[in-house]
């Protein structure tokens, strides 16, 4: 027989070297399930089923993330490709390459108002606004696949191919007819190395040369620029804060690393941006124009892939186009050595300060656990080369201060989008991709009622594929959708709703059991750290439950004076835990002024 368009879409597919596609059938999609299953060479990319489309599209994202390659997901058409676009839109809105492959009706009933018929083309165009094409002819499959790769790779951005289900069917045309109205495409893209002019880099060096006290602040774009950040830092004897995305950029056990910047952020990060009178931006967009500094304090530089990206954040005085690392080695030679390091040595002993009152809040009571206890436990055991994936709710924020990553590990989370959800679907992309790799999940319980739950029947599914099956998903049951209750009682100065905020329990570690996991619950302090040396010792898959107390605020690291009476009128107005937390609020931020800190 034949190859069919769906024998030859994956065999292109192939071509552009992608190995996995994370996926949920339909018979919108059939025809391409057949090619999966007559993949019997082993040539052919492997499919990986998930519980929910959306998952895939995580998977897809964080495969990309995670490996800085393409990162492909598929879905059948109408309900499947909506289920994808909250994963998409993620993706998008982070910067990855992430193909969408999608199935849609038969060509002859298309404006029909057939059975599961959706305008896709429509619903991907926003998230897809790069690509998205609808494969009408056999003929346009290799141009499709070539285009929709490339675009997604260049752009790094979200591209989504319609196949209706008779034309996946149809015999493959590998190579249109030499005739006018055909397309003749190739397969391949590698990055260009990008670096500004000269002249852009010399005003970027005199910018920062005049400086006296530079601040740095990093994103996902120096992911692999460690080592110039690194030697840059210490010409301009700089501190360094890390957007979220950037986490894994420099190392936290670097002295001038102030850590994470915004409500997640550190107090140290929160000074250098007041303090500064430069501002070096590398490969972030990082939004919240209140943690930097105000315009007019300082002078600015900075360097993004993206010329979109520029200059919106903070008025910069000169942006340039180009790689982080590379950029950065060109500017080294332009830079004098800072003299005077005394803007850089009263940033380390602030850094060293805020780790130690980051340790004294990890030790406070709380009822039963404190979460910064068990990020904190974690963090002094992290090994070697972990992967480690946050959702978004309160995890974000122990996760953003409590964790020490070192050089060697990976971490990411949906940075722009926030969404809910995608921490378990990244950790299992991740294994999948490093499968050696000790891959560690923070999950709060809304996200694991969420999907969290359904997607541990993935990891039950595939974990003997992995060699080495260390992946410990924790999960903070503190039956609510804390980071949201905090926000309704800082932001709004509403107090706690009930009715929106508290989650029913659920037993996590048990159900993990049930699939095949080792479960573990942990309700006492004292065994947190018994508990992270059983998890990361363990030999399967692992469900670290841990009860966590509501009640400790996620502190924003320093909390302004429409914050304090926003979260005094919410107390005032009958919060059923006002006097909980209260003590626990004075407890975290007593910890500041103590002696010794
Ligand atoms: C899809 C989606 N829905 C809602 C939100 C708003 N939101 C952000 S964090 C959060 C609470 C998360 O609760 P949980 O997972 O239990 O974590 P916790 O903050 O309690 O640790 C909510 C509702 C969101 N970001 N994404
Ligand atoms: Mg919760």
């Known amino acids: 027989m034949s190859d069919t368009v769906g024998d030859y879409l994956l065999d292109r597919l192939s071509t552009w070297g992608v190995k996995r596609i994370y996926g949920y059938p339909g018979d919108g999609i059939n025809g391409l399930m057949g090619a999966f299953e007559r993949s019997s060479n082993g040539k052919r990319p492997e499919f990986i089923q998930?519980?929910?489309?959306?998952?895939?599209?995580?998977?897809?994202?964080?495969?990309?993330?995670?490996?800085?390659?393409?990162?492909?997901?598929?879905?059948?058409?109408?309900?499947?490709?909506?289920?994808?676009?909250?994963?998409?839109?993620?993706?998008?809105?982070?910067?990855q390459p992430v193909v969408a492959i999608v199935g849609q009706q038969a060509r002859a009933g298309l404006g029909g108002n057939y059975q599961q018929e959706v305008d896709l083309t429509t619903l991907f165009k926003d998230v897809a606004n790069e690509f998205v094409q609808i494969a009408m002819d056999p003929a346009q499959i290799r141009h499709l696949v070539d285009r929709a790769c490339r675009i997604a790779l260049a752009e790094r951005t979200v591209t989504a191919i319609i196949v209706p289900n008779d034309v996946q069917e149809s015999e493959a045309v590998k190579q249109p007819p030499h005739k006018h109205g055909t397309v003749h495409s190739s397969p391949g893209y590698r990055r260009p190395r990008v670096?500004?002019?000269?002249?852009?880099?010399?005003?970027?060096?005199?910018?920062?040369?005049?400086?006296?006290?530079?601040?740095?602040?990093?994103?996902?774009?120096?992911?692999?620029a460690a080592d110039e950040v690194t030697a840059v830092a210490d010409l301009l004897g700089a501190g360094v804060a890390k957007a979220l995305l950037g986490k894994a950029a420099l190392p936290d056990d670097l002295p001038y690393v102030t850590g994470a910047i915004g409500l997640l952020g550190t107090k140290p990060s929160w000074d250098m941006m007041q303090g500064c009178d430069t501002l070096l931006m590398v490969g972030s967009s990082f939004p919240y124009s209140e943690f930097l500094p105000e315009e007019g304090q300082a002078r600015g530089v900075q360097i993004d892939i993206d010329g979109r990206?520029?200059?919106?954040?903070?008025?910069?005085?000169?942006?340039?186009?180009?790689?982080?690392?590379?950029?950065?080695?060109?500017?080294?030679?332009?830079?004098?050595?800072?003299?005077?390091?005394?803007?850089?040595?009263?940033?380390?002993?602030?850094?060293?300060e805020w780790w130690n009152l980051i340790e004294h809040r990890a030790q406070l009571e709380a009822e039963p656990i404190n979460p910064q206890l068990v990020f904190h436990e974690l963090s002094k055991r992290l090994p070697d080369g972990a992967i480690l994936t946050s959702d978004s709710g309160s995890a974000a924020?122990?996760?953003?201060?409590?964790?020490?990553?070192?050089?060697?590990?990976?971490?990411?989370?949906?940075?722009?989008?926030?969404?809910?959800?995608?921490?378990?679907?990244?950790?299992?992309?991740?294994?999948?991709?490093?499968?050696?790799?000790?891959?560690?999940?923070?999950?709060?319980?809304?996200?694991?009622?969420?999907?969290g739950i359904?997607?541990?029947?993935?990891?039950?599914?595939?974990?003997?594929?992995?060699?080495?099956?260390?992946?410990?998903?924790?999960?903070?049951?503190?039956?609510?959708?804390?980071?949201?209750?905090?926000?309704?009682?800082?932001?709004?100065?509403?107090?706690?709703?009930?009715?929106?905020?508290?989650?029913?329990?659920?037993?996590?570690?048990?159900?993990g059991e049930m699939l095949g996991l080792e479960g573990i619950r942990v309700s006492d302090p004292d065994e947190v750290a018994a508990a992270w040396d059983r998890a990361l010792a363990a030999e399967r898959p692992v469900v670290f439950e841990a009860i966590t107390d509501p009640e400790v605020p996620p502190l924003p690291p320093h909390i302004t004076l429409e914050q304090a009476k926003a979260m005094s009128s919410a107390l005032l107005a009958g919060d059923p835990s006002a006097s909980r937390i209260v003590k626990q609020a004075f407890r975290q931020k007593a910890e500041e002024f103590l002696p010794g800190r």
């Not at 990244?426 to 499968?435: D, V």
């Open 309 to 352: 990206m520029l200059g919106i954040r903070y008025p910069m005085e000169v942006n340039l186009v180009g790689d982080a690392a590379e950029t950065l080695r060109a500017l080294m030679p332009l830079l004098n050595r800072k003299q005077d390091r005394s803007w850089r040595e009263k940033i380390e002993r602030e850094v060293a």
């Open 397 to 451: 924020n122990w996760f953003a201060r409590d964790i020490k990553l070192r050089s060697g590990m990976m971490a990411s989370l949906s940075g722009t989008l926030a969404t809910m959800g995608p921490g378990v679907p990244y950790a299992i992309a991740a294994k999948f991709a490093h499968p050696h790799r000790p891959v560690i999940a923070l999950v709060g319980d809304g996200a694991m009622q969420m999907n």
């Open 50 to 95: 998930v519980r929910h489309e959306e998952m895939a599209a995580f998977m897809a994202c964080a495969h990309a993330k995670f490996t800085d390659e393409l990162g492909v997901c598929m879905a059948t058409s109408g309900p499947g490709a909506i289920h994808l676009l909250n994963g998409l839109y993620d993706a998008k809105l982070d910067h």
């Open 195 to 224: 670096i500004p002019h000269d002249d852009e880099l010399s005003r970027a060096a005199d910018v920062l040369n005049a400086g006296q006290r530079v601040a740095m602040l990093v994103g996902q774009g120096a992911l692999d």
């Open 454 to 511: 359904n997607e541990l029947i993935t990891i039950a599914k595939y974990r003997h594929q992995w060699a080495d099956q260390r992946l410990v998903v924790l999960v903070l049951n503190n039956r609510d959708l804390n980071q949201v209750t905090w926000e309704q009682r800082a932001m709004s100065g509403d107090p706690k709703f009930p009715g929106s905020q508290e989650l029913p329990d659920f037993p996590y570690a048990q159900y």
